[in-house]
């Protein structure tokens, strides 16, 4: 691929930023936190950015845990969060379901965690699978069959610490057999930063082999899809343009902004670093970038000099 002669600029004004928008949207894993602990100095940007009337969302793929178990892992952390001011990706997969009028009478088979789970109960959706399913196994052989549940309508795929070949089969046979059951996917994306460390595979990897095995291509309701960002304008009354989102990957944060219309910030403490953001192979540009989100208290010391 060749280079497209763009390159995002360095943020040198975080006070005209800030300015120019009304609310704020943050991955968390890698912009919040990385590894568990919370990125020094963003406890006092958050803070400024409410002092300044600013609202501030947290829009995260991570499915495992659900909005409440999102909002005990900030209090935590130190961070003051309300449930309400958090949207997983296990949120979004409820929410799409009770969007499309998902039958009362029909059931979710969750290929993921407890979040995922927590987040159908509260929506009132029955379901299956899940982490209980994390010690089964198929018996193979001639004659073998693995009865499945023809009430399925949904299958819900998101990161799962026990993915294993029951739950892989089992989601399989339910989107390919049973009459207009659906593919939802929480995210795709390819590694996360579960240790300070590495990458590890991510929810994509499990999304991806029942893509294959199904061959029906799923239904993103996380970033970069836009079903988040319209959800929450229309929830919150905000307009797309006085928005920013805040992320450290470009294939999601990024283009999920760019897809929603909002300012872009690409900060480099999570998966992106700046070799991968100015590598001529790179076609995704943010409207600025910088090192962390604490980068924006200069707009803080600015007002005070």
């Known amino acids: 691929m060749e280079a497209d002669g763009k390159q995002a600029p360095l943020l040198t004004d975080a006070a005209g930023l800030i300015n120019d928008v009304d609310t704020f949207l943050f991955d968390v894993d890698g912009v919040i936190w990385r590894g568990g602990k919370v990125i020094e100095g963003v406890a006092e940007t958050l803070d400024m950015l409410r002092d300044m009337g600013k609202k501030l969302l947290f829009v995260t793929n991570n499915s495992t845990r659900s909005r ?32 499309i009028g998902f039958p009362a009478d029909k059931k979710v088979y969750v290929v993921g ?25 198929v018996e193979m052989g001639s004659g073998k069959n693995l009865e499945i549940d023809p009430n399925v309508g949904a299958v819900v795929v998101g990161f799962d610490h026990h993915i294993n070949y029951y739950k892989m089969t ?13 593919f ?38 996380g970033k970069p899809s836009t079903f988040m960002m319209d959800y929450l304008a229309n ?71």
């Open 68 to 99: 409440k178990m999102f909002q005990e892992k900030f209090r935590s952390l130190g961070l003051a969060i309300s449930e309400e001011e958090v949207f997983s990706s296990s949120f979004a997969a409820a929410g799409y379901l009770q969007s």
């Open 113 to 137: 965690e407890e979040g995922i789970q927590q987040e159908l109960e509260q929506a009132g959706i029955q379901y299956l699978g899940g982490p209980e399913d994390g010690e089964k196994k």
């Open 170 to 182: 089992y989601a399989t046979l339910c989107i390919r057999t049973n009459p207009g059951c659906i």
């Open 184 to 221: 939802i996917a929480t995210n795709c994306d390819s590694v996360a930063h579960f240790t300070d460390k590495q990458e590890w595979p991510a929810g994509g990897t499990m999304v991806g082999s029942i893509r294959v095995s199904s061959e029906t291509e799923p239904i993103v309701v």
């Open 235 to 305: 929830k919150f009354k905000i307009s797309k343009s006085k928005m920013c989102m805040v992320g450290d990957r470009l294939d999601t944060d990024i283009l999920f902004g760019q897809a929603g219309g909002c300012k872009t910030l690409l900060v480099l403490s999570g998966v992106t670093d700046l070799k991968s953001l100015h590598s001529p192979k790179n076609t995704i540009h943010p409207d600025f970038y910088t090192n962390e989100l604490p980068d924006l208290l200069a707009a803080k010391r600015g007002a005070a000099a």
